[in-house]
């Protein structure tokens, strides 16, 4: 392969955990070579020198939680890869280099069979944001807590042959699964969950103390989207919510549309968790890059009004903002710095999913890199595994 060698100048970079002003990154094909001032860079023949001005770096954004964008479903998929592609032009658009396609409950074998389908679409992308794998937001949910799922296609009691029925359509592409730790059977789920290297995600949920404590000790480590799907915090009542907000081994999904989540509570969520016990994710749906109108999420439909994603009965389904957005808007309701909310859309979530080659700008680290507008925060230029995939002024770039 021919070595291709490309230099990024801008205003300043976050690693995310350090920033370096004046920066510049040195890449050669899908590896990052060197990072560091600028000024210690050799400009060598043949090197590829982009100089951005007014503009920073970061790492190229994760998005572990997302239904759709660009009319794309991943509970419903087609065999067209353009629909992917229609998806992927949005997510670069704003900086977005993986991503995790999520599947919501249907009947069993519907869900079984889009499952396959979405395995088989995500292993046909070779350019542009990385499908990373398949989360699985059910069907062992409480229907209590169904959030925009319709209820029927919830099973309230484990069937460990349906789950292994879920797990080989995946082909090996499921890492993640969203499940209730109240049902009958959950301890054995997240077992088995284990044994094939898929994270158990404890939501959409009634749990107490007892079951959501016997849930973690058994190996649940992560929590969809605190706060949405799951009990109010109650101050005797002790439930999966305030467990996840206070337990030292579980790491938090927060959803950062400012529509799900108070300002307040997602402060309170940073006070009380680690900052790389926090994950910023989008939960944004099919509509996403789209004009308001009718779309769905799987089975149930929705309308979407001014960015804002509902069902028929008026409850929030998913959302239409993405994370370029949410992690300045953690720096605004949280108060971190730049450094640790960039992590939260970055590197955290690389590190939760066990991605240990991106989600940060180091030498012989993935090539993912975005780089921003200062002020108006808007996408330059977004550059995927070594590969410019969009830029500002050519759009999206196959």
Partial sequence: MKKRRTLIITDYCLTPHK???????????????????????????DLEVIEFKNAYAMPGLIDAHIHGAGGFDSSAPTDDEK????????????????????????????MISNIAKLADLIDSVTMGPDPIGIHIEGPFISKEKHGSQIKECLIEEVDLGLLKAIIKAGNGRIKKMTFAPELKGAVKLVETLRE????PSMGHSTALEEDT???????????????????????RKISLTAIALTDSRVTVELILDGKHLHPRIIDMVCRCKTNNNVIGISDANQSTGLKDGDYHIGQSQIHVENGV??????SL?????????????????SHMPETNASACTTYNPAINLG?????VLSPSKRADIAIFEQGSNKVLMTIANGRKCYSAEKGCIH
């Fill in 317 to 333: 389904a998913g959302s239409t903002e993405l994370i370029d957005i949410g992690w300045h808007s953690l720096m605004t309701y």
């Fill in 83 to 110: 629909t992917i592609l229609d998806m992927s032009c949005v997510l670069v658009k704003h900086g977005i280099t993986s991503y995790m396609p999520t599947i919501v409950s249907s009947p069993p074998e519907i």
């Fill in 196 to 199: 094939y290297n898929i994270q």
């Fill in 19 to 45: 920033r370096i002003n004046r920066s510049g990154i040195l890449f050669e094909n899908e590896q990052i070579l060197a990072i560091g001032g600028a000024s210690a860079f050799i400009i060598e023949p």
């Fill in 355 to 359: 991605l240990t080659d991106r989600g």
């Fill in 309 to 314: 994603s509902t069902t028929n009965d008026g």
């Fill in 213 to 235: 404590m016997r849930a973690i000790d058994a190996g649940a480590r992560c929590c969809t989207h605190l706060f949405n799907g799951m009990p109010d915090l109650h101050q």
